[in-house]
């Protein structure tokens, strides 16, 4: 049985915060304003299981309300997140992930932010793909204000069905 989750994070971006992108941290003075580290592609990528998995969101699991999750490292949320999915006997078999973000560029980080990523799955870096644009300069991403990271996973039951 397969099933397919979806999910994006969008954070402001704000000066004297560092960026911290698939687990990559970009040399840039703005960075994701967050209760954890702000990493955009960790959390829409937790998300994304976590819908393909019928379960709540993590802001649920991971509320930024509470201190013990003041600046996590969001390998973290996604390692927990990772546990459910076992927990419910499933595996990833792929994700997709696109990161819109007007300034820095990202494409000299790209690879790393693939084989963290795959690390953390527990899946080929050939079954990761990550991409980045910008918004044109439409809207807050645009504008330099907020970075948005969108995320599908398609994940697979280790039963026989």
Do not use: W
Not at 69 to 78: A, G, L, M, Q
Not at 81 to 91: E, P
């Amino acid at each position: 049985m397969y099933k397919i989750g979806f999910a994006k994070d969008i954070h402001a971006l704000k000066e004297n915060r560092p960026l911290i992108i698939c687990g990559e941290k970009i040399p840039y003075h703005l960075g994701a304003e967050a209760h954890s580290d702000g990493d955009v592609v960790y959390h829409a990528v937790s998300d994304a299981i976590l819908g393909a998995l019928s379960l709540r969101d993590i802001g649920y699991y991971f509320s930024d309300t509470d201190p013990k999750y003041k600046n996590i490292d969001s390998s973290i949320i996604v390692k927990e997140v990772m546990q459910m999915l076992k927990d419910k006997d499933f595996i990833i078999n792929n994700v997709d992930v696109f990161i819109s973000l007007e300034k820095p560029k990202l494409s000299k980080f790209i690879e790393n932010m693939r084989k963290n990523l795959a690390n953390l799955l527990e899946i080929d870096l050939s079954n990761v793909a990550i991409k980045a644009g910008t918004n044109e300069g439409f809207g807050d991403v645009g504008q330099n204000k907020a970075i948005e990271a969108y995320a599908i996973v398609l994940i697979k039951s280790n039963k026989n069905n």
